[in-house]
């Protein structure tokens, strides 16, 4: 079973910067896809970006996504999503998850087999 643990997250003003971190332990994540995803009140889970063991990233199509960027540190088994001009349409809970189907990022949550706990991003207009 992998852990998950993450980090970063907080409190920023419209047009700040944030930059999440995730690590995996334990289990054999270092050839799975690792993503980003989010909840806000009253949605589901939103995929935001993952990121294949060889470090090809696939980005939602849902929304401007060149203000994010997902990148892996794989023999640390470590990715990290820095979020940039942020607005507080970006206000969520951002989760990381490990696993899915194949070697390309899922952006279905079901895929996924293992979380972290989730992080708070809030973003003061």
């Known amino acids: 079973q992998v852990q998950l643990v993450q980090s970063g997250g907080g409190l920023v003003q419209a047009g700040g910067s944030l930059r999440l971190s995730c690590v995996a332990s334990g289990g054999t994540f270092i050839k799975n896809p690792m993503s980003w995803f989010r909840r806000t009140p009253g949605k589901d889970r939103e995929f935001v970006a993952g990121?294949?063991?060889?470090?090809?990233?696939?980005y939602s199509k849902d929304f401007n996504q060149c203000r994010f960027t997902i990148s892996r540190d794989t023999f640390k088994g470590t990715i990290f999503l820095q979020m940039n001009s942020l607005n507080p349409e970006d206000t969520a809970v951002y989760y990381c998850?490990?696993?899915?189907?194949?070697?390309?990022?899922?952006?279905?949550?079901?895929?996924?087999?293992?979380w972290g706990l989730g992080t708070q991003v809030t973003v003061s207009s």
């Open positions: 998850a490990e696993g899915g189907v194949g070697t390309i990022p899922s952006s279905i949550s079901s895929d996924y087999e293992s």
């Open positions: 990121i294949s063991w060889s470090s090809s990233p696939t």
